[in-house]
């Protein structure tokens, strides 16, 4: 089958264009046989792949990216790795405690194998830190939401420090926020420099990375799949679809996952006097008390010191969102800059950007085996970092033959749910969106 549509990234990956170059990998030009082919160098794609050089040392593996890698959304994220229950679509992050406990080990599960990738791998420091999180709150709705947030945590008996408006003051260096809900095991990633060294230290004589390679047609013949790209073809007995949502443009999932875009902007580098009115720490990061608020980070790195900002989702079923879209995005990330850094009034975004995300209607992955020897790691429900390096690794398990609680989990859960007809799903998803967006108030 011909795939119906490549991946689209509007605007530059600021995470990746903020490092030194570097040289491409190759880009495939011949056919080739392999083991094991990994469509897709996102988390899902490159833990899939790790796992299965650890677990297959004589399996000669290839990953086909599309893009440059780290250019697509596993490079253009912001980087929160988050271990707790972080459901978007809930009004506090939080859910059913017993679920919880089963998410909470999976995520840490996830973390563990990205640490372990991190350390054998000498990947830099600066790609993976453990340092915590805080859920920032700035109106009395965020605090409310911190506050059950903060009692659902204790129920699940997971540590965590409220902050006070003075104590964010300290941190950040502005005074917008009312106060905090500091959460130590989240990992804070340079995506792109993760990604990318990644795709630097994986490669060996049995691993291969193809990048600017999109798989444009994938069929099986013969008890082998064929994977096409513009210049060359693979052929390799089991496939591992890492694509997110680009598994339904392979025929797979039809009309049972949400594309949805989100969207950030990054400053200019800031100068020494720009960090002295700022004041604060040099690196930090705030999710919002509410899902649909603004997302803040703070670096400091071989990138610069820098300040982002991320906000707004729009559903785009074209997974594909317009210029008219983009533009009004980025005026709300201006606004939602200088409402906080007022002090910053000189800094203007040097990068704004978007990325795709795919959500499910009942949160759960598009995951399993499709076709025979054709497996799905998708579906990350905008939590990719963590769920699509679980996903990924779970996925080279499963067609592996291995079994474990962490298949079993996944198998056991429902199939995503389908989207209702159009218009129905389009207005819904709007209403939805401008609804959460408008009730987010401060925290947007
Ligand atoms: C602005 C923004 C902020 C975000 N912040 C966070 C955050 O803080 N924390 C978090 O956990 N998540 C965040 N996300 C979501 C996260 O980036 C995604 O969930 C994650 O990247 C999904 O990982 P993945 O490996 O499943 O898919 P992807 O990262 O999308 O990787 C899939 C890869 O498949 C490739 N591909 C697609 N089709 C083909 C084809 N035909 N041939 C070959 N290759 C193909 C794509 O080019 C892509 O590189 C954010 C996303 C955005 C856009």
Not at 17 to 24: H, N, Y
């Amino acid at each position: 089958m011909k795939v119906k549509a490549l991946p689209h990234n509007p605007g530059p990956a600021a995470w990746n264009a903020i490092l030194p170059k570097q040289d491409s990998l190759h880009s495939l030009s011949a056919q080739e046989t392999a083991d094991w082919l990994v469509i897709g160098a996102g988390f899902a794609g490159l833990s899939a792949a790790r796992r299965l050089q650890i677990e297959a040392p004589n399996d000669r593996i290839i990953i086909l990216e599309a893009k440059g890698l780290a250019e697509g959304p596993a490079g253009r994220n912001s980087g929160f790795m988050i271990d707790l229950p972080h459901d978007l679509t809930s009004d506090d992050y939080g859910g059913q405690i017993d679920k919880d406990r089963i998410t909470i080990a999976q995520n840490r599960l996830a973390i563990d194998f990205a640490r372990d990738m991190v350390e054998t791998l000498h990947l830099p420091s600066e790609a993976f830190r453990e340092v915590g999180k805080i859920n920032a709150a700035a109106s009395e709705k965020g605090l409310k939401h911190n506050g059950e947030y903060a009692a659902h945590l204790n129920n699940l008996g997971e540590p965590h420090a409220v902050l006070d408006a003075q104590e964010m003051q300290e941190i950040t260096g502005i005074s917008y926020y009312q106060g905090g809900l500091f959460t130590p095991g989240a990992v804070m990633l340079q995506p792109a420099l993760y990604i990318r060294s990644l795709g630097a230290k994986l490669p060996s004589n049995r691993l291969r990375i193809y990048e600017n390679s999109p798989v444009v047609a994938l069929q099986r013949k013969d008890g082998l799949w064929q994977a096409k790209t513009p210049k060359g073809s693979i052929r390799a007995p089991k496939v591992i679809l890492a694509v997110n949502g680009h598994v339904e443009n392979f025929g797979q999932f039809s009309r049972q996952l949400v594309h949805v875009f989100t969207y950030a902007s990054m400053t200019r580098a800031l100068s020494s006097e720009d960090c002295a009115k700022l004041g604060g720490h040099p690196d930090w990061g705030l999710t919002p008390a509410d899902p649909l608020g603004t997302t803040v980070r703070r670096i400091s790195g071989d990138g610069g010191d820098r300040i982002i900002v991320r906000n707004r989702f729009t559903y785009e079923p074209s997974m594909m969102p317009s210029a008219r879209v983009q533009k009004s995005v980025y005026r709300t990330h201006i606004q939602s800059f200088a409402a906080r850094f007022p002090m910053l009034k000189s800094v203007a975004m040097e990068y704004q950007w978007g990325g795709h995300l795919t959500l499910s209607l009942n949160n759960v992955a598009a995951f399993g085996e499709v076709e025979d020897g054709l497996f799905s790691a998708c579906c990350q429900n905008g939590l990719g970092t963590v769920k699509g390096t679980l996903h990924g690794l779970a996925a080279a398990d499963l067609a592996m033959g291995r079994d474990n609680d962490l298949i079993r989990q996944l198998q056991s859960a429902p199939a995503p749910k389908h989207l209702p007809p159009e218009p129905i799903a389009t207005l819904g998803a709007a209403l939805r969106l401008c609804w959460g967006e408008l009730r987010a108030g401060k925290e947007l």
